[in-house]
């Protein structure tokens, strides 16, 4: 299956789970722990619970921002080796068909394990300084992945 479909099929179980409170999807599609990146901090999730409040913040955000749904379009997406893909994409907090907020550039990297594709990681263009996050604010531009291993070397 081409990357680009593999990387497409989470986005829409993502928005599935998202738009009507899935939980159990919502936690199907990620490894545990995995990494989440927004442009000043990294985190880790490492439990379930952690997840769905991941889920839950992102409700309320939909809510604040007068959105009925979130609706992530990928943008590309390759294979880096046979069991890991990396794409891009960007999300939109949606109400009526119209986007109700500027759209937030996002990469993910999936891996292939025994149960199929998974999120290992989330790179979002966020200014968020605690996590889960208390309130939204989207930047400029996706961090790169050479500035997070930076980051990570140094934190280290």
């Known amino acids: 299956m081409p990357a680009f479909r593999v990387y497409n099929d989470i986005l829409n179980k993502m ?30 999730v490492t439990t379930r619970e952690q997840h769905i409040a991941v889920m839950d913040g992102l409700r309320e955000t939909l809510v ?9 379009v990928v943008e590309c997406a390759e294979f880096l080796t046979e069991n890991k893909i990396r794409g891009h994409h960007v999300a939109y907090m949606m109400a ?19 149960t ?12 968020i300084g605690t996590w889960p996050f208390d309130a939204l604010q989207i930047a400029d531009g996706l961090v790169s992945e050479t500035a997070i291993e930076r980051r990570q070397q140094i934190a280290s």
């Open 15 to 44: 928005d599935h789970a998202i738009n009507l409170r899935d939980a159990d999807l919502w936690c199907e599609i990620v490894e545990f722990p995995h990494k989440v990146h927004t442009e000043k901090k990294d985190f880790y």
């Open 64 to 72: 604040q921002f007068g959105a009925e749904r979130i609706q992530r």
């Open 96 to 114: 009526d068909g119209v986007a109700q907020a500027d759209p937030i550039a996002s990469r993910l990297i999936l891996e292939r394990g025994e």
């Open 116 to 127: 199929g594709w998974k999120i290992a990681e989330v790179t979002n263009a966020l200014e």
